[in-house]
């Protein structure tokens, strides 16, 4: 009983903050389930590659329920974000295909730093202006909100295929979804307004699961027993997180996840040298 309580907490509560800033929760999910599995004997059967696997089925559910809420509002840019799949779908089954190298020291020294390194992200994103470098005419595209707004951004295709390619192999190394660096790439490189970004983003989030998630299961790193348990918890905190989008500040929730992020990745880096 334990165990399902504490699953039903991860599940929903990674949803929610995931769905909320377009991260998709993964960041969350997989140092907890190593941190409990593989630390504490909490959760039974854990292994790093086991927490990646598990983390990138659940965020398909994640992705797929806060894509459909924000295709409702139009915060979703179907016909540009897909551009980013040629470069992320690949990237996603390479890097799950990489992750049966990670050991476990491997795994708390390469993802506290990846943490650390998107909390510094979170932090400074607002402040970073978009760059107008890439902001060519034959590359504009065009987006109408659900407000009637119309917003004009550049994609171009080899910058995009390039770093959504790197993006993609880190998304099925560590299991986190592609969000926590893919919203930041749309609003500082591709200069996406930020509602879109996070739609967006957790479209981007959902295709990149789907494909790092083949190579997983195929490894046999998923423990289908939870991810049963944290796919409905995150079907219910994705819902939960698109609705509370409308309403709440999102730089409340991103100070308070960077802050965690923070701690998490300094602590998952001491405990590599221990």
């Given at each position: 009983?334990?165990?399902?309580?504490?699953?039903?907490?991860?599940g929903?509560?990674?949803?929610?903050?995931?769905?909320?800033?377009?991260?998709?929760?993964?960041?969350?999910?997989?140092?907890?389930?190593?941190?409990?599995?593989?630390?504490?004997?909490?959760?039974?059967?854990?292994?790093?590659?086991?927490?990646?696997?598990?983390?990138?089925?659940?965020?398909?559910?994640?992705?797929?329920?806060?894509?459909?809420?924000?295709?409702?509002?139009?915060?979703?840019?179907?016909?540009?974000?897909?551009?980013f799949?040629?470069?992320?779908?690949?990237?996603?089954?390479?890097?799950?295909?990489?992750?049966?190298?990670?050991?476990?020291?491997?795994?708390?020294?390469?993802?506290?730093?990846?943490?650390?390194?998107?909390?510094?992200?979170?932090?400074?994103?607002?402040?970073?202006?978009?760059?107008?470098?890439?902001n060519?005419?034959?590359?504009?595209?065009?987006?109408?909100?659900?407000?009637?707004?119309?917003?004009h951004?550049?994609?171009?295709?080899?910058?995009?295929?390039?770093?959504?390619?790197?993006?993609?192999?880190?998304?099925?190394?560590?299991?986190?979804?592609?969000?926590a660096?893919?919203?930041?790439?749309?609003?500082?490189?591709?200069r996406?307004?930020?509602?879109?970004?996070?739609?967006?983003?957790?479209?981007?989030?959902?295709?990149?699961?789907?494909?790092?998630?083949?190579?997983?299961?195929?490894?046999?790193?998923?423990?289908?027993?939870?991810?049963?348990?944290?796919?409905?918890?995150?079907y219910?905190?994705?819902?939960?997180?698109?609705?509370?989008?409308?309403?709440?500040?999102?730089?409340?929730?991103?100070?308070?996840?960077?802050?965690?992020?923070?701690i998490?990745?300094?602590?998952?880096i001491?405990?590599?040298?221990?």
């Open positions: 009983m334990l165990t399902i309580i504490i699953l039903i907490l991860i929903g509560l990674s949803a929610i903050l995931g769905s909320l800033v377009g991260i998709g929760g993964g960041i969350i999910i997989v140092p907890t389930l190593v941190y409990l599995g593989v630390e504490n004997d909490l959760l039974q059967g854990i292994t790093p590659q086991i927490a990646i696997g598990t983390s990138s089925l659940i965020l398909i559910i994640t992705g797929l329920s806060s894509t459909l809420g924000y295709l409702k509002t139009k915060q979703v840019d179907v016909k540009n974000g897909s551009i799949l040629f470069g992320l779908l690949p990237g996603s089954l390479i890097g799950s295909i990489l992750s049966r190298f990670l050991t476990l020291d491997s795994f708390n020294l390469y993802f506290g730093v990846f943490l650390i390194f998107v909390a510094v992200l979170l932090m400074i994103r607002n402040n970073i202006e978009p760059m107008k470098m890439f060519k005419p034959k590359y504009e595209r065009t987006y109408v909100d659900g407000y009637g707004r119309t917003y951004y550049s994609v171009p295709p080899v910058l995009a295929f390039i770093a959504t390619l790197f993006i993609g192999i880190l998304t099925g190394l560590f299991g986190i979804g592609g969000g660096l893919m919203t930041p790439l749309m609003l500082i490189v591709f996406f307004p930020p509602h879109v970004a996070v739609g967006t983003s957790m479209m981007m989030i959902f295709f990149s699961s789907v494909m790092s998630s083949v190579g997983h299961i195929a490894q046999g790193h998923v423990a289908w027993v939870y991810s049963i348990v944290l796919i409905i918890s995150s219910i905190g994705a819902k939960i997180g698109v609705k509370v989008n409308q309403s709440i500040k999102s730089n409340t929730v991103v100070m308070l996840l960077r802050t965690v992020m923070l998490m990745g300094l602590y998952l001491i405990k590599s040298f221990l």
